[in-house]
């Protein structure tokens, strides 16, 4: 008798098994469908002030320069504008457009971006969008391997200094990332330009190649190494900071201590449970220090005499070359917002505690 009540309890345990997975299988897919609507929601949301923040920004910039102390007709005669008669500096000035209201300006230059005419940049005498073709890579690659290189250092170190809270790295790491945050990017330049290049010999100065030669990949990859040292290490103390403490927060969770009790090796434990619970922080930050990358970009780029879109914003500033500065306002604007944007995506499909809704 006992048997048979055994067996019948051992059937419906088997039954009621066999309903609940497909139900918990069920479960699982609707939340996974409501967690990638609610990202797409968020996305949307967020692509519909691209537009009007470009647009607030571009007018912004365009009123700024109606009131700013530069004079474009002296940006555009140069020397010869102390030898020009009030005459020819009044026709130039009406042939120019100078005399224009801004939001006469703005409205041109929109029409021209609508119409996909970036227009010409009198600093520089060629075509904004030639510009931006030779001198956006050599950004793109500056930025792109300093980005690289500062959150690679980051998760090593971070995640090694995190495991081994209070120990001479985790001091050492803590020292270094207070030491450098307070640092401006250009007072960094100009040190490591002071001990390794003037001081040492070891580094180039400034600019691709030596001499006014062409670049060589091999020139270039040594004329990087100091911009690129610089602005990764700019970046470098606050990723290093989150990964440390989420590292170190993650040890102490319930989930860790979990697996060290069934006896997984630490590794495994480090690289399974540990690491992916600490990069939604990482990535966080990596998306609100954007803007300041960019800064620091323009920065490093003007010390180190690198030809990047740096030297573009400067000259394009000082002469007021409208069409060349509200081109990479706006485009250093919507990199920011969409950068940001793509980080807030990955820290939601990395943490399902992040709320989309908001």
């Given at each position: 008798?006992?048997?048979?009540?055994?067996?019948?309890?051992?059937?419906?345990?088997?039954?009621?098994?066999?309903?609940?997975?497909?139900?918990?299988?069920?479960?699982?897919?609707?939340?996974?469908?409501?967690?990638?609507?609610?990202?797409?929601?968020?996305?949307?949301?967020?692509?519909?002030?691209?537009?009007?923040?470009?647009?607030?920004?571009?007018?912004?910039?365009?009123?700024?320069?109606?009131?700013?102390?530069?004079?474009?007709?002296?940006?555009?005669?140069?020397?010869?504008?102390?030898?020009?008669?009030?005459?020819?500096?009044?026709?130039?000035?009406?042939?120019?457009?100078?005399?224009?209201?801004?939001?006469?300006?703005?409205w041109q230059w929109l029409q021209g971006i609508f119409t996909g005419d970036l227009g010409v940049s009198r600093s520089f005498g060629q075509p904004v969008a030639q510009v931006l073709a030779e001198r956006a890579p050599w950004t793109l690659l500056l930025a792109g391997v300093?980005?690289?290189?500062?959150?690679?250092?980051?998760?090593?170190?971070?995640?090694?200094?995190?495991?081994?809270?209070?120990?001479?790295?985790?001091?050492?790491?803590?020292?270094?990332?207070?030491?450098?945050?307070?640092?401006?990017?250009?007072?960094?330049?100009?040190?490591?330009?002071?001990?390794?290049?003037?001081?040492?010999?070891?580094?180039?100065?400034?600019?691709?190649?030596?001499?006014?030669?062409?670049?060589?990949p091999g020139g270039v990859a040594v004329h990087m190494i100091l911009p690129v040292a610089v602005l990764a290490g700019s970046q470098l103390?606050?990723?290093?900071?989150?990964?440390?403490?989420?590292?170190?927060?993650?040890?102490?969770?319930?989930?860790?201590?979990?697996?060290?009790?069934?006896?997984?090796?630490?590794?495994?434990?480090?690289?399974?449970?540990?690491?992916?619970?600490?990069?939604?922080?990482?990535?966080?930050?990596?998306?609100?220090?954007?803007?300041?990358?960019?800064?620091?970009?323009?920065?490093?780029?003007?010390?180190?005499?690198?030809?990047?879109?740096?030297?573009?914003?400067?000259?394009?500033?000082?002469?007021?070359?409208?069409?060349?500065?509200?081109?990479?306002?706006?485009?250093?604007?919507?990199?920011?917002?969409?950068?940001?944007?793509?980080?807030?995506?990955?820290?939601?499909?990395?943490?399902?505690?992040?709320?989309?809704?908001?």
């Amino acid at each position: 008798m006992g048997t048979v009540v055994v067996a019948a309890d051992v059937d419906a345990a088997v039954v009621t098994a066999t309903i609940a997975r497909p139900v918990t299988t069920s479960a699982a897919s609707h939340d996974g469908r409501t967690r990638r609507r609610g990202i797409a929601r968020m996305i949307g949301r967020r692509l519909l002030f691209v537009v009007p923040v470009c647009g607030a920004v571009s007018a912004g910039l365009f009123a700024a320069a109606a009131v700013s102390p530069f004079d474009p007709l002296v940006a555009y005669l140069g020397v010869r504008y102390t030898t020009t008669t009030d005459a020819d500096k009044a026709m130039i000035t009406e042939q120019l457009g100078f005399d224009q209201s801004w939001y006469t300006t703005y409205w041109q230059w929109l029409q021209g971006i609508f119409t996909g005419d970036l227009g010409v940049s009198r600093s520089f005498g060629q075509p904004v969008a030639q510009v931006l073709a030779e001198r956006a890579p050599w950004t793109l690659l500056l930025a792109g391997v300093g980005l690289t290189l500062a959150a690679t250092l980051a998760l090593i170190l971070g995640v090694t200094a995190g495991i081994r809270s209070g120990g001479i790295l985790d001091r050492c790491v803590t020292g270094f990332c207070i030491a450098v945050a307070g640092l401006p990017p250009f007072v960094m330049s100009l040190g490591a330009i002071a001990v390794f290049a003037l001081g040492l010999g070891w580094l180039p100065v400034a600019g691709l190649s030596d001499g006014g030669a062409d670049p060589t990949p091999g020139g270039v990859a040594v004329h990087m190494i100091l911009p690129v040292a610089v602005l990764a290490g700019s970046q470098l103390p606050w990723l290093l900071l989150a990964v440390k403490e989420s590292v170190s927060t993650a040890r102490g969770e319930e989930f860790v201590a979990g697996a060290v009790a069934r006896g997984i090796p630490p590794s495994m434990v480090t690289r399974r449970h540990i690491v992916p619970t600490s990069l939604a922080p990482f990535v966080n930050v990596l998306g609100v220090r954007l803007p300041e990358l960019v800064v620091g970009a323009v920065l490093v780029e003007e010390v180190f005499s690198w030809p990047g879109v740096a030297g573009a914003i400067v000259q394009s500033a000082r002469d007021l070359d409208m069409a060349l500065l509200a081109v990479l306002t706006v485009g250093t604007t919507l990199a920011v917002m969409l950068g940001s944007l793509l980080a807030d995506v990955a820290v939601a499909l990395l943490d399902p505690r992040v709320k989309t809704d908001g």
